[in-house]
């Protein structure tokens, strides 16, 4: 347990001489302090027992209230399941008004996302801050296509100094960590039924988008309610309250002549569409890598035939056989070996190996050029389903069907749980649905 005592804060001492009182949380060399509101001059303070002196003309009152304090840390210490460290102490005894916004809290959240290397989750993350910055500032006075208009204008300004590195994620971190602009006592079910209503009507943002960012809210909410920033009371999301709905979606996959087409599509060697179909084959053909994680292939990845491979999203390591589909094009990329920095595939050869921002960042404009070329593969093959680079993985969900037992579909699909696995192949079994519609229509 941490040890706790009032002390004078004498680096702080005012114009009358008076010495401000604090209550220091010290464990494993960290400290804290949190003002309690008192001074006194250092004569009247026995820092022996942290307590004043009776020279002090209100001692009395003064040392019940002290009394007060220590014990009220106390009882976070004794009350807590959980191991409370000296901050998160210091944040309870400020109650549930606390001086965190929900900026603040969000910022220190994301910069530890950013600082383990998960960039996608920092970007993604920020960009809710930014959406929610939008939406507080929306004047409900001007047009909504003139309000649209301004919050486009501006997230393109964002990407392009971005771009030109005058704005890093470090810049709007800094940004959102000084807003006081929103406090999660502000988070009711009325605010966010109106953010909702202006991701659809201003964004132009699909339920299952809206939703993450409400499940960033609540995560947000948890986190805050844990270290003592907001009383349980305020949360948003309990019992009749505010109910997150994960929704599903339809899963649609290539067909097998959908695929050939594509295969037998004639193209330019070495030209960007090229590689990007060769690409999004190669995803397929090894049972649906997500495309990023194709991009990010080593020819040191394989060995005796097969492809030793770690998926990037949950870490879990598979070794496959390489399809003799895969072969044919891999054989040509090894022509060109030596001139991709070790990558299979050409789009991370300048990309410094020792710096994983960097990494993501070229591996993000591969797969935004990719869903480019996409589209305008799908033209040429007549493939009227959205051609983008998640369709790999769904196309072979879909070919597979039911013929493949489900625990090896979870292999080849890296699932942590059977049920994830059952779940998403449900997406493309038709066939019973089929025959029970067929027996009763076709009488």
């Not at 392009?160 to 406090?183: C, I, N, Q, V, Y």
């Not at 339920?207 to 305020?234: C, E, H, P, Y």
Request: glycine content about 4%; charged content about 30%; aromatic content about 12%.
């Amino acid at each position: 347990m941490a040890n706790v005592k009032i002390v004078l804060r004498k680096n702080m001492i005012k114009k009358d001489k008076t010495i401000p009182l604090a209550i220091r949380i010290s464990e494993n060399y960290r400290t804290n302090y949190k003002w309690i509101g008192h001074s006194v001059l250092e004569k009247d303070w026995d820092k022996d027992t942290g307590k004043v002196k009776s020279s002090h003309p209100n001692h009395k009152k003064v040392n019940m209230f002290l009394m007060k304090k220590l014990m009220e840390v106390n009882n976070i210490y004794f009350d807590a399941n959980d191991y409370v460290s000296p901050k998160t102490a210091k944040q309870k005894l400020k109650g549930a008004g606390g001086s965190k916004s929900f900026f603040a809290v969000a910022a220190e959240r994301i910069k530890t996302k950013y600082d383990r290397g998960t960039f996608s989750v920092a970007k993604s993350e920020l960009s809710i801050l930014y959406n929610l910055e939008e939406f507080l500032n929306l004047k409900t006075s001007m047009s909504r296509k003139k309000a649209i208009k301004g919050i486009e204008d501006r997230r393109k300004e964002r990407i392009s100094k971005g771009r030109k590195s005058e704005f890093s994620l470090m810049d709007s971190l800094t940004h959102f960590k000084k807003k006081e602009s929103l406090r999660f006592q502000d988070i009711n079910e009325r605010f966010i039924e109106k953010y909702k209503t202006f991701c659809a009507a201003y964004l132009g943002q699909k339920t299952r988008t809206i939703t993450n960012q409400l499940i960033f809210i609540r995560t947000l909410f948890n986190m805050a309610i844990k270290n003592g920033v907001v009383d349980s009371k305020f949360y948003p999301f309990a019992g009749d309250k505010e109910k997150i709905r994960i929704g599903s979606s339809h899963k649609i996959g290539l067909t097998i002549e959908e695929i050939e087409r594509i295969e037998d599509l004639e193209l330019k060697k070495g030209t960007s569409i090229w590689h990007t179909r060769n690409v999004w084959l190669v995803a397929f053909y090894f049972a649906g890598i997500r495309i990023s994680d194709i991009v990010q292939l080593k020819w040191e990845d394989f060995k005796d035939g097969r492809l030793f491979y770690v998926m990037n999203k949950n870490e879990k390591p598979l070794s496959l056989k390489i399809p003799d589909k895969a072969e044919t094009i891999l054989k040509w990329y090894k022509k060109e070996k030596r001139f991709n920095n070790g990558y299979v595939f050409p789009f991370l050869k300048e990309a410094n190996p020792k710096d994983v921002e960097d990494i993501f960042v070229k591996t993000r404009n591969a797969t935004a050029l990719f869903n480019k070329y996409l589209k305008r593969i799908a033209e040429q093959c007549k493939v009227e389903k959205k051609l983008s680079n998640h369709i790999a993985r769904h196309s072979f969900g879909n070919i597979a069907g039911d013929k493949i037992h489900p625990l090896m579909l979870q292999k080849l699909y890296r699932h942590s749980d059977l049920k994830t696995t059952l779940n998403y192949q449900a997406n493309f079994i038709h066939k019973e649905a089929d025959e029970a519609l067929d027996s009763v229509i076709n009488f």
